[in-house]
């Protein structure tokens, strides 16, 4: 039901081209990662060949930590540009989007890890996507400072609260 609503508002008001290339790309993306916050080394330190060995080194160690055995990573790679104050967000592409469901479902474990907790994972969105969840993230924040009683988090598009443990 999810997945049919998703398409519904990707397609609707464009064109038959339009919404044939946008449900291609959601697709695509539906097979991506984000990882945010995973330590990144200096730039000028590494050719491209070992740049790419040690993010594919990275996310292995993550899916490690996650016990994450049967998923199928085709290509890692760092996006944007590197900067000394900021580490770079890493996008890894896998086979199927039932594979980034596995990982993301996994992803609660990365608290628990020393080496991983402050990284954070996140399907790859489109930029009105981004908009949207940075936006549900805000309210999310200014919903804690009112009351950090509650346990609250983003499920679905909406943000939802449970008691704290």
């Not at 008001?13 to 990144?40: M, P, T």
């Not at 993550?62 to 000394?84: A, G, M, P, Y």
């Not at 594979?99 to 993301?104: A, C, G, N």
């Not at 999310?140 to 499920?155: G, P």
Request: positive net charge; proline residues 1%; hydrophobic residues 30%.
């Amino acid at each position: 039901k999810q997945w049919y609503q998703r398409r519904v508002a990707i397609t609707a008001g464009k064109s038959v081209k339009e919404a044939v290339k946008a449900v291609n790309e959601e697709e695509e993306r539906s097979k991506n990662l984000i990882v945010y916050g995973a330590q990144d080394d200096d730039e000028s330190e590494w050719g491209y060949s070992c740049k790419v060995d040690k993010t594919t080194d990275t996310f292995t160690a993550i899916c490690d930590q996650l016990e994450c055995e049967n998923v199928d990573v085709q290509h890692c790679t760092r996006i944007e540009e590197w900067k000394s104050d900021r580490t770079r967000p890493i996008k890894v592409e896998f086979r199927t989007a039932a594979d980034v469901e596995t990982v993301l479902r996994k992803a609660h474990k990365l608290k628990a890890s020393d080496e991983f907790k402050k990284v954070y994972l996140a399907p790859d969105r489109s930029a009105e996507e981004r908009a949207a969840h940075s936006k549900l993230v805000n309210q999310m924040k200014e919903l804690i400072k009112k009351d950090n009683s509650k346990h609250y988090f983003i499920r679905d598009d909406k943000i939802k609260c449970t008691d704290k443990k």
